[in-house]
């Protein structure tokens, strides 16, 4: 490693942030005075995406740089396990030291996942997960989606609680970093703006209910007329439990907790200032996937719209441009590559990955034909979704139902599917054919649908059947880490 000319990284990420809930990405309401602040001494990449629209499928392709597909890490109940290897492997064992604060997701700290330390780490229950999403094929019902709507308001949650608590600790940390010469690779990972919709009061009146916007095509004869989202919406039935009224101060929760997360955010970078430790320090912000919040009548994930699929992305330090937008399309399976070039350690992570690095792109001309790539497979879907995006366009596939073609220049909110009655149109029709070509340059959908599925089955087998997986952890989120030692401690007396 050659540390003298490397550089050290710090990564925040929230958790369920969607991608136009920011200042600097020129909403008109939203508080974000700290990400505005990274954005003008950085680079925002306009067009990022997950890998998966769903918490831990997304966090493990960008632990290891790679597709879900690739890595086997499909759903909830299959969480990342130490292998493939991290890009923290990669580091850590190139002499960087790779510390977590917060949420990974990963199935347990016992598990070698390649960091140095993990500090307050949440994982999933009980090295499980959610296990009701694998039952694709005769979903039961899922009575745990009523909790969205019943959990909103001013206040503080077990999520909020813990933020702070890895705020404080990561404040800690890089303080502690005032005098260190060695290198270091730093992910601190919130859960804000996540649900449970409460956002402390400081945070939440900020945001009148009567004054903020309603959700996009939220009225049931815009809504989306797809199979595939409708076993999805029926799964998640999260709208069911809404009124009007409830709606609205759901999303002023939510942007309330967006504004929390910003302050902690604010919190975290002024102690990296104070470290001295900035000016060497890149500093990466993204989410690991956004929020519907209302949008087409869907609430939370799950899905392929921008809302969802779409992430922030914000890059800064040395060797990004300051004020720069990005147009070309990124992933967070590029986190990978860039913590390779900017921590400059020897040798390289496996050359056939997607990723490429943050810094490289920022410096390049903006680059619209390049493909971004996603995927779903976890609870709600009865069938693979398969997400390809380029230039204006975005086509996305499902197996064995209709695909989707949307052309984003025109229809940012994607309201109209091309695919319903565009085919005719030569443009379209090309456009189409070109998603097709470009989604099977990644892969063969139908392959992935099939082997997810056998593999998913095991897992079934493995957790002791459909009752089993029906019954285990049918929680609405996961519990904070000390909420889960509380709920350990009830069930064994």
């Keep these: 490693m050659n540390a003298a000319s490397g550089n050290n990284l710090l990564i925040v990420v929230s958790d369920e942030h969607r991608k136009d809930t920011m ?13 505005d602040g990274l954005a003008a001494r950085g680079t925002v990449f306009e067009n990022a995406y997950t890998p998966s629209p ?19 890490c499909w759903d909830s109940a299959t969480p ?23 949420k990974l997701h990963f199935r347990s700290s016992e598990d070698d996942n390649g960091l140095s330390r993990e500090m307050l780490p949440m994982h999933v229950a009980g090295g499980v997960g959610w296990p009701v999403g694998l039952l694709r094929e005769d979903p039961p019902r899922f009575d745990a989606a009523r909790e969205l709507a019943a959990d909103v308001g001013a206040g503080t949650s077990s999520y909020t609680d813990y933020d702070l608590e890895i705020t404080e600790a990561a404040c800690d940390w890089l303080l502690a970093r005032r005098a260190s010469e060695t290198p270091w690779a730093t992910f601190v990972s919130l859960v804000s703006p996540h649900y449970p919709l409460v956002a402390p009061s400081k945070f939440y009146d900020l945001y009148d209910p009567e004054a903020v916007d309603f959700p996009v095509a939220y009225e049931h004869w815009q809504r989306p007329r797809h199979a595939e989202l409708n076993n999805i919406a029926r799964f998640f039935d999260y709208d069911r439990h809404f009124d009007r009224r409830r709606v609205r101060e759901a999303r002023a929760a939510y ?33 690991d996937h956004g929020d519907m919040m209302g949008d087409h009548g869907l609430w939370t994930k799950q899905v392929m719209y921008e809302a969802s699929a779409g992430i922030p992305m914000i890059a800064a330090g040395p060797g990004f441009p300051v004020g720069k ?37 920022a410096r390049e001309r903006d680059d619209p034909n390049r493909t971004v790539f996603s995927e779903y497979h976890d609870g709600g879907s009865t069938t693979g979704a398969f997400m390809v995006r380029w230039e204006n366009w975005k086509f996305v ?33 090309a456009a189409w054919r070109e998603g097709e070509r470009r989604l099977r340059a990644i892969c063969d959908p139908e392959e992935v649908n099939a082997r997810c599925f056998a593999d998913q089955g095991r897992r079934i087998a493995e957790l002791g059947g459909f009752e089993a997986c029906r019954s285990a952890y049918a929680f609405n989120h996961t519990p904070a880490p000390g909420e889960w030692r509380a709920l350990e401690e009830c069930s064994e007396s």
């Design 325 to 361: 937008r990005v147009g070309t399309g990124t992933s967070l399976v590029d986190l990978a590559a860039t913590a390779i070039d900017v921590t400059n350690v020897v040798g390289h992570m496996d050359e056939s990955f997607p990723g490429r690095s943050l810094r490289m792109i």
């Design 397 to 429: 596939h499902y197996v064995g139902h209709d695909a989707q073609l949307f052309d984003l220049a025109q229809d940012p909110h994607e309201l109209h599917d091309l695919a319903l009655d565009g085919v005719n149109d030569p443009a379209i029709l």
């Design 54 to 72: 769903i918490c831990v499928p997304a966090r493990a392709a960008m632990a290891c740089g790679d597709y879900v597909h690739n890595i086997g």
């Design 80 to 102: 990342y396990r130490g292998a493939p290897r991290s890009w923290m492997h990669h580091l850590r064992d190139c002499g960087i030291e790779v510390t977590s604060i917060g």
């Design 23 to 35: 200042g600097c990405i020129g909403h008109p309401f939203v508080r974000t005075p700290n990400l």
């Design 255 to 287: 942007y309330g907790l967006v504004s929390f997360m910003d302050d902690c955010v604010g919190r975290i970078l002024s102690a990296l200032d104070q470290s001295g430790q900035a000016d060497n320090t890149v500093v990466v912000y993204v989410s």
